[in-house]
């Protein structure tokens, strides 16, 4: 596949074609700095680009996990698609197409489509930490992606690109990855809460520790009837991991390594980041200590008391309309709920309301960036079309008319820009059926050089948190381990497994006996289960490419 595509990139150098057009910028945010690239690559993209043929008409596919829209909402979407269709037909002589990958067993799904390496598919949106980039790239199914054919096909995503990030991109040496890598974004996880109750609960300013959350919950569920609340945290029983992860970052220099398991069990310190450590199986006091913290959660009625088989919970939309005092989930959202959006019936109800975000992490300045391969694209290896399709994405990513459409729909249909240079609903504007970009899920190339920004975020206090972070953070540090699981994958599934059933007990202050006597029988179950088997092998291989 490799030299074929090279003889077709050579052949294509020859003949007449269209050539990539340029991106409007737009002034959208703070982001626009990670946009420097190295005198060698901005050289070559102010080199003439050499002419493509594109004389036939291609479609190309991508696909993505999301919802596919149905009935008018499918609808609206294809006027989007049409329209878009009239700009790539223009431009590199393509339509797109999409094909959408639903939540239900969706890994497995996507994974499985992928595999059948059947030509349907061009354009392929993949992740390193959530949809395994790396074990497709390694099993072949991602084409590699040589800097010729991108510089060509795909110049101004090469030229915006830094040199030191695609070779976080890179598997084997070879380029599979196009990263999302200009868009700011926080995933960090952390609990919203209401910051005028902490006022009333003593904390004037704020939470910002587990001790904080501690007396938050302690005035929200004695004072429940006059707040009107039903509970404090509906959880729905499934977050007892993350609440883990939330604690350790909270009390160590904790940094886990994407991808090897959901309870991001193993990795290493901020200063000392290529020895492995396991801070859940091996710092028993840390954990009797959280042990402790959640049973007096339970004792006083935080959650319901079967919040295990609480899953269909509705916590969130009861923040909203202030039913809950906290929402668990990760900074993106707390953007969403701190702003006074019309969803966000708390602030129409009452004008002292506001969000405050207690970070995990916080105590200990713990803070890591999101991978810049949390959301990336690849082209498929059994692709017909691949030089088109690095045409499309670049279009997408980087053409203006092209990025809005995608991402937001058609002007004054699903959007309108305000005088501000705003985006915001238009009058008649109907969620359920114009929220074109929630059916798209671009979430593989979004560019802070073209977003807009909503008009109904809380901006200032978005930004405070975002400076915040930026002075704290470091880069997420693995970008290039990808490790070999293939003789430790029963040990790691194993280890996940029981760390989650004892989570389940923990987390939720469910366990019987004593903190020091359930912890010890976690650590022993995970013993069992090869938890130190896995740790070697993994420092083994990260001896190997790092030190």
């Not at 005028?196 to 004037?204: I, Q, V």
């Not at 501000?420 to 560019?447: C, F």
Request: with cysteine; hydrophobic share 35%.
């Amino acid at each position: 596949m490799k030299k074929k595509l090279f003889a077709v990139l050579l052949a294509a150098s020859m003949v007449l074609g269209l050539t990539a057009c340029g991106a409007k910028e737009a002034p959208a945010s703070k982001a626009e700095t990670k946009t420097e690239t190295t005198t060698e690559q901005s050289s070559a993209s102010e080199e003439a680009a050499p002419a493509i043929d594109t004389s036939e008409h291609v479609k190309i596919t991508y696909m993505f996990t999301g919802s596919k829209p149905e009935g008018a909402a499918m609808d609206r979407f294809m006027e989007m698609n049409d329209k878009l269709n009239e700009i790539l037909t223009e431009k590199c002589n393509a339509e797109l197409e999409f094909y959408w990958i639903g939540w239900t067993d969706y890994l497995s799904v996507y994974n499985m489509t992928i595999a059948a390496m059947d030509g349907s598919i061009d354009l392929i949106g993949t992740a390193s930490d959530w949809l395994d980039a790396w074990p497709n790239a390694k099993n072949g199914a991602f084409l590699e992606l040589t800097e010729d054919m991108l510089k060509t096909y795909a110049p101004q995503t090469w030229a915006s690109v830094p040199a030191e990030n695609w070779e976080l991109c890179k598997y084997d040496g070879n380029i599979y990855l196009m990263p999302e890598d200009n868009y700011a974004q926080w995933t960090n996880h952390g609990f919203i809460y209401r910051a005028d109750w902490a006022e009333k609960a003593g904390l004037a300013n704020g939470v910002h520790s587990w001790e904080d959350m501690t007396k938050y919950f302690e005035y929200t569920t004695a004072n429940a009837d006059a707040l009107g609340i039903k509970q404090a945290w509906d959880s729905d029983g499934t977050q007892n991991t993350q609440l883990a992860s939330g604690w350790v970052a909270s009390h160590t220099n904790f940094v886990p390594i994407d991808g090897i398991c959901s309870s991001a069990l193993w990795g290493g310190t901020k200063d000392d980041l290529y020895t492995i450590v396991t801070p859940a199986y091996t710092d028993t006091d840390m954990m009797v200590e959280y042990a402790k913290m959640m049973k007096s959660w339970n004792d006083m009625g935080v959650w319901k008391k079967d919040v295990l088989n609480n899953t269909t919970s509705t916590n969130r939309d009861d923040y909203r309309v202030g039913l809950v005092a906290a929402e668990q989930h990760h900074t993106q959202t707390w953007t969403d709920l701190c702003s006074p959006t019309p969803s966000n019936k708390i602030y129409q109800d009452d004008p002292n309301a506001k969000s405050g975000f207690f970070y995990f992490g916080e105590e200990t300045k713990n803070v890591v960036a999101l991978s810049i391969t949390h959301g990336a694209m690849a082209v498929s290896a059994a692709s017909k079309n691949p030089e088109r399709a690095l045409m499309v994405y670049d279009l997408l990513r980087n053409d203006e008319a092209c990025y809005r459409l995608i991402n937001y729909g058609i002007e004054g249909v699903s959007y309108e820009i305000d005088e501000n240079g705003y985006r915001q609903n238009p009058e008649g504007y109907n969620p359920d059926t114009d929220n074109v970009g929630g059916a798209t899920s671009w979430w593989w190339g979004r560019n802070d050089n073209l977003e807009l920004r909503s008009a109904d975020r809380a901006w200032d206090q978005i930004e405070a948190l975002y400076d915040e972070y930026d002075k704290i953070k470091i880069n997420y540090p693995y970008g290039q381990f990808i490790p070999n699981c293939d003789t430790i994958q029963g040990k790691i599934d194993n280890c996940n497994e029981q760390f989650g059933n004892y989570m389940k007990q923990i987390s939720f202050g469910l366990y019987t006996g004593t903190a020091e006597e359930i912890v010890a029988e976690m650590q022993a179950a995970l013993k069992a289960a090869g938890i130190e088997d896995v740790t070697a092998e993994l420092q083994a291989q990260i001896d190997a490419l790092y030190k």
